[in-house]
T-cell receptor
């Protein structure tokens, strides 16, 4: 139990589908993150939300649309994805303030685009 | 942007052996975090380091924050089969929330 829960664990979608990934944290954190993990590559930071405001968007294509309705929930809305978007999508959370902030990860959603 | 070089990329060791892996950066980091990831799971935090020279242990794991602030290492003593997985270093430069991750060291343990 990491305190960060992601659903679904696995998702297969067609290129014309619209789906959403959900993340929920029970750690009282104020910052939440989406990372993409592809084979043989470092984790790529996609989005950062701090106090429910987006503070970082690392040149992610618009077919990925994040939403943070409150400090405990984070969504990643997907539409018209490409096969190369298949990857493990990881959500993480951390305390907002100070240098001594550690990120805690969810179990990830394994996404396959067909 | 910051880059982290992690080595070795993979290790195949005998049960009971000690393991050492390290991470170097092209710039100064203020925080080093070591994670382990099992197949199909998210990374789990093992050790966090916040001061240059800091040496911290967590059971059989020991990690150090390099004096130059550009490197860190992780040691695992007396490895066991459940140590199998991918170990990631990550670091934070400055006061922001952004963590940079290494490419990982895949550890395989032979019985």
């Amino acid at each position: 139990e990491t305190g960060v829960t992601q659903t679904p664990r696995h998702l297969v979608m067609g290129m014309t589908n619209k789906k959403s990934l959900k993340c929920e944290q029970h750690l009282g954190h104020n910052a939440m993150y989406w990372y993409k993990q592809s084979a043989k590559k470092p984790l790529e930071l996609m989005f950062v939300y701090s106090l429910e405001e987006r503070v970082e968007n690392n040149s992610v294509p618009s077919r990925f649309s994040p939403e943070c309705p409150n400090s405990s929930h984070l969504f990643l809305h997907l539409h018209t994805l490409q096969p190369e978007d298949s990857a493990l999508y990881l959500c993480a959370s951390s305390r907002e303030t100070g240098l001594n902030t550690e990120a805690f990860f969810g179990q990830g959603t394994r996404l396959t685009v067909v | 942007g910051q880059q982290l070089n992690q080595s070795p990329q993979s290790m195949f060791i005998q049960e009971g052996e000690d393991v050492s892996m390290n991470c170097t950066s092209s710039s100064i980091f203020n925080t080093w975090l070591w994670y382990k990831q099992d197949p199909g799971e998210g990374p789990v935090l093992l050790i966090a380091l916040y001061k240059a020279g800091e040496l911290t242990s967590n059971g059989r794991l020991t990690a150090q924050f390099g004096i130059t602030r550009k490197d860190s290492f992780l040691n695992i003593s007396a490895s066991i089969p459940s140590d199998v997985g991918i170990y990631f270093c990550s670091g934070r430069a400055g006061g922001g929330n952004k963590l940079t991750f290494g490419t990982g060291t895949q550890l395989k343990v032979e019985l």
